[in-house]
């Protein structure tokens, strides 16, 4: 188990950029694919995007493709989300999950490691 922690949250004008950030205190961190998830009010909680062990393979959700980068830092031990050209249907609660099985996937129920959440709000 991970205790994993988002920041970065905010208010951001359509069109600006926010840049959301996962950590956590255990160095088996590194271990873990680190995927992002959003729950929007009133929606099921939906994919955004995923990072692999090492950093070189990622994974998006069409809504985001394009617009929003995930990395990984391994020395900082940290995985960002960099939102670019934000738009009002971003605006959600986002959350870090992590797992310990191989392979980038979408599918929520893979991830039993997660974040208490950031909120983001993309006005109209």
């Known amino acids: 188990q991970v205790q994993l922690v988002e920041s970065g949250g905010g208010l951001v004008q359509p069109g600006g950029s926010l840049r959301l950030s996962c950590t956590a205190p255990?160095?088996?961190?590194?271990?873990?694919?680190i995927a992002w998830f959003r729950r929007a009010p009133g929606k099921e909680r939906e994919f955004v995007a995923a990072v692999n062990k090492d950093g070189g393979s990622t994974y998006y959700a069409d809504s985001v493709k394009g617009r929003f980068t995930v990395s990984r830092d391994k020395a900082a031990n940290t995985v960002a989300l960099q939102m670019t050209r934000v738009k009002p249907e971003d605006t959600a609660v986002y959350y870090c999950?992590?797992?310990?099985?191989?392979?980038?996937?979408?599918?929520?129920?893979?991830?039993?490691?997660w974040g208490q959440g950031t909120q983001v709000t993309v006005p109209q």
């Open positions: 255990e160095r088996s961190f590194q271990n873990y694919v």
């Open positions: 999950s992590g797992t310990l099985l191989s392979g980038l996937t979408a599918r929520l129920e893979r991830y039993d490691n």
